[in-house]
Every structure is written in C-alpha cells, then in structure tokens.
C-alpha cells in the first residue's frame, strides 16, 4: 500500500481509545472514510479509516486493533487518500493480506493504476444479462443448478460440511462450454482457519491454476477489521482483471458468515443500533455493494462471476446471513447433512437450491435442447421418490404399490448415481443428462409427462439397452 | 452558501445554512453531490445525500438550490430509465461510460429532441389548469396529452403547431395581463400528490393477465396491492409479469435496492417482448427507475415517490397507470438508515416510528380519478408493492404496517416454490377487497356466473387444505370416495388453473374470458365426476379418463384454437353422462 503521497498532516491530540476507535481532535482537509496512518509510541504504524468527520472531532476506525495505542505519545497522519488496491497485471499468481500487502514473499507491485477498493456502481442500463453457461463438470449443478457467466450463486453450508472441497472442485473444474477460454480466480479467505486458507492455495498449485489466481488471505487470527476490506479488495482485483484485462473471472469468497459477524463486532463499538440478531440494519445494502460488483457489462470482453461461502449457524436458512443473501444473490446451493451423512458427495440438496438463472443458461446452443425437460422431470420423480420415503416411515414399506416401490429405487438411484459422483470426476453436460435418461428408463413411460416426445425418442434408452 | 459540518454515512451536516427549507435540494462538497434537507436546527441543515460521501471534508461548500425535489414532466418519458432521483440511465451511458460516477447532472427529459406538437384548442380560447391543450405522439402506444400545468391559464393568444423541444414555447397563454409562454415540459415536486377534482371508486378489474389475481383475487384499477414473499418464491417474477402484461396504458417499474442482473433481464426483455393487445413493443409503454441495491441507498427513498407522480401525471392526462416498486422493504430499510444516522428514537426492529405513515403516503397517492380540467375525463394509478420480509415470517414491521393499508394481498409461499408451483401465491391466506366491486365487472364484460364458479373453486381448495391434515395422519386410502373426489378436482385447479408458467408464450397471459373458461371447465367436470361417481364409478377411474389430461393442456392451446378445444371438451362431457364413458 505505498501509494504516493500527496500531503500529510498530523495531530498527537487523541482524547479517547477504545476497541477499535480512535477520536481524535479534527484538522481541517480530512475526509470522510479515507484512509489514516496511526503511528503507535513504539514506533510501530497501522492503517486506519475515518469513519465519521465533523469540525472538532474525527472518529477513527484502526485496521489491527487499537492495543498499545497510548493518548500520549501515538500520532495519526492523514495522506488524503481512501482505501485503494494497486493494480498491474502482476497481480496474477500473488498472494496478499487484507490490508493489500503481499504475503508470499514476493516484491510489491508496481502500480499501473490505483483502484478504490469500494468500486463504483454500474450503470444497470449497460449491463448484460447473464446466459453463458459454466461447465462445473458437478452433475447437481449443470444438471439442476446451472451457474452462469456473471452470476452470484453462494454455497449454503453447515459446520463440518464439505462446503471447501466442492468449492475448490468448482474451481478446478469450471469452464466454458465449447471455448478454451480459462478462468481468472480470485480468492478471498476471510477469517477462516489457517488449514483451510492453505488447502485452497495448494489446490490451486497442484493443478496449476495459481499463475492466473490471486489471493487475498485473512484467516482466523488476522485483525477482524479487516474482513471487511479482504473480500473488497478481491473484488477490485476482479473488476480490473474483467473490465480491464478482459478476462472471465471467477470469485470465491469464504466465509460470509466471518465477514457478517466483524461487521456486526464493529458495529456494536461504534454503538449503532442493531436490527435482527445484533447485525446492522444496512448490512443488506453492505452485502449487495459486493455481490453486485458481480456482473457482465455491454461490450466489454469480461465477467466477474461471484461463489460466496457461508456457513449457516445452526443450520438455519432463515438466519439474517443467508437470509439476506439469498436475497440479493441470483439463486443459493444449499449443503445437505442427511445427504452428507449417507456419505454422499457432493452433498448438495436438490429441493432448496436453485439457480435463477439457470432458464438463460440452457437448452440448445448452450447446452442441449432436452436440458430443461430432463431437469423437471428429474426434480418431480425425485420429489415424488422423497415423498414415498416420508410415507413409508409413517404407514410401513408393505402398503406401497409396486409404482410406488419403482420410484422409491429411482430415488436411491439418483442420490447414488447422480447427485454423487467423485471428488475429481468431471463430468460433461452431456454425461450428467445421460445419467438421468437412464434412471428414467425405470419408471413407467407415461409418467414421463414433463418431457416432449421428441425428446423422448431421441435420448430414452431403448428397453434392455439400459444399464 | 453553507459549510459541510459534519459527515457520517450518507447524513451531511452543514452550518450557515440560515434561510433553507426542508426537503430543498442543494449541492453538497466541491463535486456538487445531490442532497435534500431533511431537517433544520438553528443555523444548521441536516442533509440526506443521494450519492456516496466518501472524500467528503469539512468546510466543503453546500449550496441550496432555492427548490425542492422536483420531478420532470413531459415527452421522453416513456421507454427511457431512470435513476432514484430521475437522472436518466441512458444519457449517463452517453456521457460518462458504464460506471456511475459521482456529480454527474443529466435531464430527465432529452433537451435537443424535437417532438411533434398538435394543438387541440385555438388562439383565442380561454383554459384553466389541467386542460389539454394538445397531443404529442410519444410512442407508438403513447399519446402525451400536454396539459395546462396546476395553477395556470388564461386567455390563449398564440399557439403553434410543429416540431418543438421540451423548452420550446408552443403557446402564449395571458394570465393577470402578462404573457406568459407554455412549454412541453412542466415540473411537479415529487412529494407532493398531483391534484385531481374528485376520487372514484375503483371497480373496474385491472387484468393482469396472471389468472389466480385476475379470477380469485382481482386487483381495481386505482387499487393498491402488496406481494410479500421470501426469497426464492418468484416475487419479482411475478411483479414482472404484472408490469409486462396487465391491460394498462402505461406501466411504470421501480426496481428499488433489488439486483443489477434482474432489472438488466428487464430492460432487455421488454425491448423484445410485444403487448397482447396492439403488439407493439412492451418498451413503448414503460417507465423505467432503476436503483439496484449498489446503488446509493438514500436515493432510494426517493425514487419511489418520483415513480407515483410520473405514474399521477399520466393519469392526468386520462390514462389507466400501473406502477410497480420492487421493493418496499429496501426502501423501508433506507429510512431505517438514514433515522439511525439522525440518532431518532428507533420503533420496531430499528425501523423509524413513522414506517406506517410514510408507507401510507406512498400508497394513497394510487386511485381512480376525475382529472382536472376539460376535456372531462377519468384516470386511474394502481399502486403495487412488493415486501421482502426477513426469514419469510410476515410478523415484521414493513410486511405488518404495509397489510393496513392496502386492500389487496398476495401472499407468497415458500412451501410452493419448493414444490415449484409458480405463481407461489398462497390461495388460502392471499384476500382482495375489490372481489366484489370488480365482480360486477366481470359479470358485465364476462360472464353472469363468475361469482358461482369463483366460490365454488375457493370452496374446494379450503376443503382440499382441512382434507389434506387428515391424509398426513392416515394415508390417502383412508378417505371416502367422495372426499377422494373433492382431492381430485382440488388438485386439477391447482396444476391447471392456478399454475401458470411465465415462460410459456400462450399461458404467460390469459385473458379474463379464457381464464373463466378454463375455471368453468374444470368445476363442470367436477359435477360430471360426481355424478359418474355416484353411479359407481371409482374415483381411481375417473382419474384415468382421457378427458383429465384434455383438461390440463388446456392452459398451452393457442388462442385461435381454444374456443373450440373447450367445446369439444363440453359435449364430450355432455357425452359421457349419457353413456357413462363415451369419448373420455
């Protein structure tokens, strides 16, 4: 962050220190939310950011804490300028902390621009609507879940559920159909465990992916204020590598949850009164500022493309952080722990995830033409399956008919052989609707009421033909 | 001129700021953002900013603009898209790129644009507010009716026919001895209701194309209507439906805080998509304000108001408007923002106090109207609004305070879109109070027996609820023939009726007259079943007939071909009573 520096005055008048917060006496020229240099009595300096100014007092926030700040001896410095991410296509294949620094060893950058890390807004009359589909080579997804160029589509999770390991597969796997074209990844670890920071950077070295990655790492023990600033500054290096560079860009953020929680943690010291479960009542605004910032733009060559992790506390969807991002993003994959425990994987629950722009993303030219009948019908013979199993709990096995005991093996058989599939299988659009075709070949035909006959004759296996 | 003060978030405060109104517009800083006043205290003004603040310093100038927020009126309205505070999208693509940057001034309405202007009254005659004075074709689907602006007339003395810009005078009116010159534009302060001479009630049916609204709970144009739902069930599919297909002459769209993607899905479908009626293109008689939820959060709060009054001056001019706000939560959550910033006193969840009034304001500004001025004519704004409650539980504060004032709810269920049944609008819990004003226009411009089969289906559908408690303790085999029956038709209403796929190209929109024939069908067959039932026929057969999934193909018959699939279908029942099965 040794961006040039343009005037600098300081003040050694702070008058109080708590948490986080600093106030400090006003100087005239500083503005609102840029970006302070606290130099501590031990000679030691943080970066801080105003959060309030008025003519005699400054509040200002401390990125790192504000332990061993002393009124006496500490000053603080204003450069005039906010938060930014120096930019160069060097970038790629780097690793930094939430502040921006690197963190790999690795010289500094040097800048060909500086980005404020807050982005501005798009135009909503220039953007595109997204209908590119990603191949994830995950049979859930492309067969029921399409992820789509310039979509926002978060993972759903539980503690203890495979959200890292499917995620780093996306990763691994996510391409366009028909085009050679790879991803740029950039990936965001906020506040999550060293071991986990690091499983997403080897996987993405063991594959080689890391030379067109970035990171930007705040685990567990980094300073809480700056979660707010990892996923931002992921997110400017993805809108210059898009908008700029011209590359298809996919960004995964992990966790949320950690991310909602600082914001929550800061927003208590600041006093502010909170909305449901003690979180700011703009935090849905403050979470749509960054997955808004996914997206495609008319005529330009990019897109920014926006897998947020979260973990749900408790398992519960109706908590305000899923809630409110399911809210704004385009669909969720929700993590499924009865799945998980039958040793399923991807442990991904067919009946609460959705993806809303999967309609854009199918059919003939982006995939194939039986693609959204095959996706029906798969989703009401597995409901139906599902049903059957509720019932057969209640009234017993034996009361079924022998209709009812087909659809209740085409249910095991879709969990076993559709939704599950290996850790580093990838799979094609077209393997993932063979799949399906064939565990339809079990249940009777005219049941087949979702898909045209044409589809029918084409892609129904022939009777002894199926597996 | 004042001096910034203070800043925190999107709330300025500046001081020497003696002599400001409240909600005057001023410019705030160096790079002259938008702000309103929305409080004075001695010398000091407190400003809501409808930009971000950021780089703001104190001692920055702030300069008042004498006025409060106005809104634009005249041609190039239409089919063009708006911000929160009626900066126009399309000119900003022009003149800055893609990104909204901060300052930016555009004209809501194209100030080099020649349109054509043609008198409806002479030199000569006298006019008094509200009268038209002539008609600009707007779009192929819109005639701007220009009007003498509330609190003007007089003595016209001269009046030009031709091609004119929105500054341009095209009369010369003489009012108290002056002349004083007429333009195309005329400007109205957003929250301010535009006047009208006096209020109808709202009894004609609003169709919307969407057949559980349209048939069991019918929407007035003048009405006003909330749709609250979780995430995930098709709430602002089914607000987009309503501004693409309902019967008005001019609809208006307020994404408010929603997604980026979507209101691009929007903008891009309405340039394809045709109205049924004059297949002209949706685009020509839309509206558009766009603040996705990137956007400023302050502007939002705005942007619903400058909405209702284009959505008043349209209806001036003699039109049926809609105008939908997706959705009222964000904009709820703007003034949660702005009163925490003020430090108010919080009431419910943090929400302001005043949530309830400020929301009643809104959708008051909805009814069916005797215009001002000659000639006499009538027009009507139907208010709808979308609520996003957290965690889908409708116990919150904006889904509580929303339902007293409005007259019409459709309720969305969560439990419906996981069984992807769209639309996810709950039959038991949504209600209108226009069912029985507007029945009467069906029974008119429809049929006389539109109450019959109405009643008749919400009977079934309440039964098929208190039956289905029971099959969950017992298995469905445990019910009587006669309760198996009722399950049927229950269950042949919902997929065949109220579902309804926004995808398809014929069953996206259902005229009234179709959607009573396909109803009447299906309550017909019912009667016939009963009867075959009666004489022994199981109900485990009838399902089987063949005319059951005649009937559920009925929603994907073409236009053309329907009168006769359903005549068909009728004396093929006529048939089967007569010789208990023939051609089912």
Same mark, same amino acid.
């Given at each position: 962050m040794e961006?040039r520096?343009?005037f600098?005055?300081?003040?050694k008048?702070?008058s109080?220190?708590r948490?986080s917060l600093?106030?400090?006496?006003?100087?005239?020229?500083i503005r609102?939310?840029?970006?302070v240099?606290?130099q501590?009595?031990?000679?030691e300096?943080?970066?801080?950011q105003?959060i309030e100014?008025?003519k005699t007092?400054?509040?200002?926030?401390?990125?790192g804490?504000v332990?061993?700040?002393?009124?006496?001896?500490?000053?603080?410095?204003?450069?005039?300028e906010?938060?930014?991410?120096?930019?160069?296509?060097d970038?790629l294949?780097?690793?930094?902390?939430?502040s921006g620094n690197?963190?790999?060893g690795?010289p500094?950058i040097v800048?060909?621009?500086?980005?404020?890390?807050n982005?501005?807004p798009?135009?909503?009359?220039?953007r595109?609507?997204?209908?590119e589909f990603?191949?994830?080579?995950?049979s859930?997804m492309d067969?029921?879940?399409?992820?789509?160029?310039?979509?926002?589509?978060?993972?759903?999770?539980?503690s203890?559920?495979?959200?890292?390991?499917?995620?780093?597969?996306?990763?691994r796997?996510?391409?366009?159909?028909?085009?050679?074209?790879?991803?740029?990844?950039?990936?965001?670890?906020?506040?999550?465990?060293f071991?986990?920071?690091?499983?997403?950077?080897?996987?993405?070295?063991?594959?080689?992916?890391?030379?067109r990655?970035?990171?930007f790492?705040n685990?567990?023990?980094?300073?809480?204020?700056?979660?707010?600033?990892?996923p931002?500054l992921?997110?400017?290096?993805?809108?210059?590598?898009?908008?700029e560079?011209?590359?298809?860009?996919?960004?995964?953020l992990?966790d949320?949850?950690n991310?909602?929680?600082?914001?929550r943690?800061?927003a208590?010291?600041?006093g502010?009164i909170?909305s449901?479960?003690?979180?700011p009542?703009?935090?849905?605004?403050d979470?749509?500022?960054?997955?808004?910032?996914?997206g495609?733009?008319s005529?330009?060559?990019?897109?920014?493309?926006?897998?947020?992790?979260?973990t749900?506390?408790?398992d519960d969807?109706?908590?305000?952080?899923p809630?409110?991002?399911g809210?704004?993003t385009?669909?969720?994959?929700v993590l499924?722990?009865?799945l998980?425990?039958?040793?399923?994987?991807?442990?991904?629950?067919?009946?609460l995830s959705l993806?809303?722009?999967?309609?854009?993303?199918?059919?003939?030219?982006?995939t194939?033409?039986d693609?959204?009948?095959?996706?029906m019908?798969?989703?009401?013979m597995?409901?139906?399956?599902?049903?059957l199993?509720?019932?057969s709990?209640v009234?017993?096995?034996?009361?079924l008919s022998?209709?009812?005991?087909i659809?209740?093996?085409?249910?095991?058989r879709?969990?076993?052989?559709?939704?599950?599939?290996?850790?580093f299988e990838?799979?094609?659009?077209?393997e993932?609707?063979?799949?399906?075709w064939?565990?339809?070949?079990?249940?009777?035909r005219?049941d087949l009421?979702?898909?045209?006959?044409?589809?029918?004759?084409?892609?129904?296996p022939k009777k002894?033909?199926?597996q | 001129?004042?001096?910034?003060?203070r800043?925190?978030?999107?709330v300025v405060?500046?001081e020497?700021m003696? &002599?400001?109104? $409240?909600y005057e517009? *001023?410019?705030?800083?160096? +790079?002259? @953002?938008?702000? =309103?006043i929305?409080?004075?205290?001695?010398?000091?003004?407190?400003i809501?900013?409808?930009?971000?603040t950021? &780089?703001?310093? $104190?001692?920055?100038p *702030?300069?008042?603009t004498? +006025?409060? @927020?106005?809104? =634009?009126l005249?041609?190039g309205?239409v089919?063009?898209?708006y911000d929160?505070?009626?900066?126009?999208?399309?000119?900003m693509?022009?003149?800055?790129?893609?990104f909204?940057?901060?300052?930016?001034r555009?004209?809501a309405?194209?100030?080099?644009?020649k349109?054509e202007?043609n008198?409806?009254?002479?030199?000569?005659?006298?006019?008094h507010?509200?009268?038209?004075?002539?008609?600009?074709?707007?779009?192929g689907?819109i005639?701007?009716?220009?009007?003498?602006?509330?609190?003007?007339?007089?003595?016209i003395?001269?009046?030009?026919?031709?091609?004119?810009?929105?500054?341009d005078?095209?009369?010369?009116?003489?009012?108290?001895?002056d002349?004083?010159?007429?333009?195309?534009?005329?400007?109205?302060p957003a929250?301010?209701p535009?006047?009208y001479?006096r209020?109808?009630?709202?009894?004609?049916?609003?169709?919307?194309g969407?057949?559980i609204i349209?048939y069991?709970?019918?929407l007035a144009?003048?009405?006003?209507?909330?749709?609250?739902?979780?995430?995930g069930?098709?709430?602002t599919?089914?607000?987009?439906?309503m501004?693409?297909?309902?019967?008005?002459?001019?609809?208006?769209?307020v994404?408010?805080?929603e997604?980026g993607?979507?209101?691009?899905?929007?903008?891009?479908s309405f340039?394809?998509?045709?109205?049924p009626g004059?297949?002209?293109?949706l685009?020509?008689k839309?509206?558009?304000?766009?603040?996705?939820?990137?956007?400023?959060?302050?502007?939002?709060?705005?942007s619903i108001f400058?909405?209702?009054?284009?959505?008043?001056?349209?209806?001036?001019?003699?039109?049926?408007?809609?105008?939908?706000a997706?959705?009222?939560?964000?904009?709820?959550?703007?003034?949660?923002?702005?009163?925490?910033r003020l430090?108010?006193?919080?009431?419910e969840?943090?929400?302001?106090?005043y949530?309830g009034?400020?929301l009643?304001t809104?959708y008051?500004?909805?009814?069916?109207?005797?215009?001002?001025g000659?000639?006499?004519?009538?027009g009507?704004?139907?208010?709808?609004?979308?609520?996003?409650?957290?965690g889908?539980?409708?116990s919150?504060?904006?889904t509580?305070?929303?339902?007293?004032?409005?007259?019409?709810?459709?309720?969305?269920?969560?439990?419906?879109?996981?069984r992807?049944?769209?639309?996810t609008i709950n039959?038991?819990?949504?209600?209108?109070?226009?069912?029985?004003?507007?029945?009467?226009?069906?029974?008119?411009e429809?049929?006389?027996?539109?109450?019959?089969?109405r009643?008749?289906?919400?009977?079934?559908?309440?039964?098929?609820?208190e039956?289905?408690?029971?099959?969950?303790?017992?298995?469905?085999?445990?019910?009587?023939?006669?309760?198996r029956?009722?399950l049927?038709?229950a269950?042949m209403?919902?997929?065949?009726?109220l579902?309804?796929?926004?995808y398809?190209?014929?069953?996206t929109?259902t005229?009234?007259?179709?959607?009573?024939?396909m109803?009447?069908?299906i309550?017909?067959f019912?009667?016939?079943?009963r009867?075959l039932?009666?004489q022994g026929?199981?109900?485990?057969?009838?399902?089987?007939?063949?005319?059951?999934?005649?009937?559920?193909?009925?929603?994907?018959?073409p236009?053309?071909?329907?009168?006769?699939?359903?005549?068909?279908l009728?004396?093929d029942m006529?048939?089967?009573?007569?010789?208990r099965e023939?051609g089912?």
């Open positions: 961006a520096q343009l600098t005055r300081e003040t008048a702070i109080t220190a948490r600093l106030v400090i006496e006003s100087i005239p020229g609102y939310n840029e970006i240099e606290v501590l009595g031990t000679g300096n943080r970066v801080g105003v100014v008025g007092t400054t509040v200002v926030q401390v990125f804490g332990s061993e700040v002393d009124l006496l001896n500490s000053r603080v410095r204003y450069r005039g906010t938060l930014k991410l120096p930019v160069s296509p970038i294949g780097r690793i930094f902390d939430g690197p963190i790999d690795g500094s800048a060909s621009a500086y980005h404020d890390i982005g501005v798009a135009n909503p009359a220039s595109m609507p997204p209908a990603i191949e994830t080579g995950i859930v067969g029921l879940n399409v992820l789509v160029r310039g979509q926002k589509l978060p993972l759903f999770s539980g203890g559920l495979p959200h890292n390991r499917i995620a780093a597969q996306i990763v796997q996510a391409a366009l159909k028909r085009k050679a074209e790879e991803f740029a990844i950039v990936f965001a670890a906020i506040g999550v465990s071991d986990d920071a690091a499983y997403f950077i080897a996987n993405l070295e063991e594959t080689g992916a890391l030379n990655a970035v990171g790492i685990t567990a023990s980094s300073p809480v204020i700056e979660r707010l600033s990892t931002r992921a997110l400017t290096a993805a809108e210059y590598l898009a908008w560079r011209d590359m298809h860009v996919l960004v995964v992990t949320i949850t991310y909602c929680d600082a914001l943690e800061l208590a010291m600041r502010e909170p449901r479960r003690g979180y009542g703009y935090m849905y605004t979470l749509a500022t960054m997955y808004e910032r996914a495609r733009i005529g330009k060559e990019g897109s920014v493309t926006i897998l947020p992790i979260l749900m506390p408790d969807i109706t908590h305000p952080i809630d409110l991002t809210y704004i385009e669909g969720q994959i499924s722990r009865p998980e425990r039958k040793r399923i994987y991807p442990a991904i629950d067919v009946f993806s809303r722009m999967m309609k854009e993303g199918i059919g003939e030219g982006n194939r033409e693609h959204n009948n095959v996706f019908q798969s989703y009401a597995y409901a139906e399956g599902n049903y199993r509720e019932i709990t009234i017993g096995s034996d009361a022998d209709r009812d005991r659809y209740l093996s085409a249910a095991d879709f969990e076993r052989e559709f939704i599950s599939q290996g850790e990838r799979r094609t659009v077209e993932t609707l063979e799949i399906a064939n565990i339809f070949s079990m249940i009777p005219e009421k979702l898909i045209q006959e044409k589809y029918i004759q084409k892609y129904l002894g033909k199926a | 001129m004042g001096r910034i003060w800043v925190s978030g999107p405060i500046a020497e003696r &002599g400001s109104q $409240v517009v *001023v410019d705030v800083g160096e +790079e002259r @953002l938008t702000g =309103e929305i409080g004075l205290e001695q010398d000091k003004a407190v809501q900013v409808y930009e971000d950021v &780089g703001l310093r $104190v001692g920055e *702030v300069v008042g004498g +006025e409060i @927020l106005m809104c =634009e005249g041609p309205m089919g063009n898209i929160g505070v009626q900066r126009s999208l399309v000119t693509i022009e003149d800055v790129g893609d909204l940057l901060r300052g930016i555009t004209d309405l194209d100030r080099n644009k349109w202007f008198p409806t009254v002479k030199a000569g005659d006298t006019v507010e509200g009268d038209i004075i002539g008609t600009v074709p707007e779009t689907l005639e701007h009716r220009i009007m003498v602006p509330i609190g003007r007339g007089g003595k003395l001269e009046i030009h026919k031709g091609r004119f810009t929105v500054l005078t095209i009369a010369v009116l003489e009012e108290n001895g002349r004083k010159p007429l333009t195309l534009m005329q400007r109205w929250r301010k535009r006047l001479k209020r109808l009630d709202p009894v004609n049916l609003l169709v919307t969407t057949r349209d069991l709970f019918p144009l003048g009405g006003k209507a909330a749709i609250p739902g979780g995430f069930t098709g709430k599919v089914a607000l987009q439906q501004a693409r297909w309902s019967q008005t002459q001019l609809n208006i769209y994404g408010c805080g997604r993607n979507e209101m691009a899905d929007v903008l891009h340039k394809k998509l045709r109205d004059t297949d002209r293109l685009q020509e839309e509206i558009f304000i766009a603040n996705t939820s990137n956007m400023p959060v302050v502007a939002r709060e705005i400058i909405g209702v009054t284009m959505a008043e001056y349209f209806r001036d001019m003699g039109y049926d408007v809609l105008l939908v997706d959705s009222t939560s964000r904009w709820a959550e703007a003034m949660r923002e702005i009163g925490a430090e108010e006193t919080p009431g969840e943090g929400f302001p106090t949530l009034s400020r009643a809104f008051e500004r909805s009814g069916r109207v005797e215009c001002m000659l000639p006499e004519r009538t009507s704004a139907t208010v709808i609004g979308s609520v996003s409650p957290p889908a539980d409708f919150e504060p904006v509580q305070s929303t339902l007293r004032i409005v007259d019409a709810l459709y309720s969305l269920d969560v439990a419906l879109a996981n992807r049944h769209f639309p039959w038991l819990q949504s209600y209108s109070l226009y069912s029985d004003s507007v029945g009467k226009w069906w029974k008119q429809v049929n006389p027996e539109y109450h019959a089969v009643d008749r289906a919400l009977v079934t559908l309440q039964r098929e609820a039956l289905e408690e029971i099959v969950r303790l017992v298995g469905p085999e445990a019910l009587p023939e006669n309760d029956l009722l049927l038709i269950r209403i919902r997929e065949d009726f579902m309804q796929s926004a398809h190209p014929v069953d929109y005229p009234p007259a179709r959607g009573h024939l109803l009447a069908t309550i017909r019912g009667d016939v079943a009867e039932s009666e026929m199981l109900v485990s057969e009838i399902s089987q007939l063949k005319i059951v999934p005649r009937i559920s193909r009925m929603k994907d018959v236009l053309e071909e329907f009168d006769k699939y359903i005549k068909d009728w004396s006529e048939k089967a009573l007569t010789t023939g089912m």
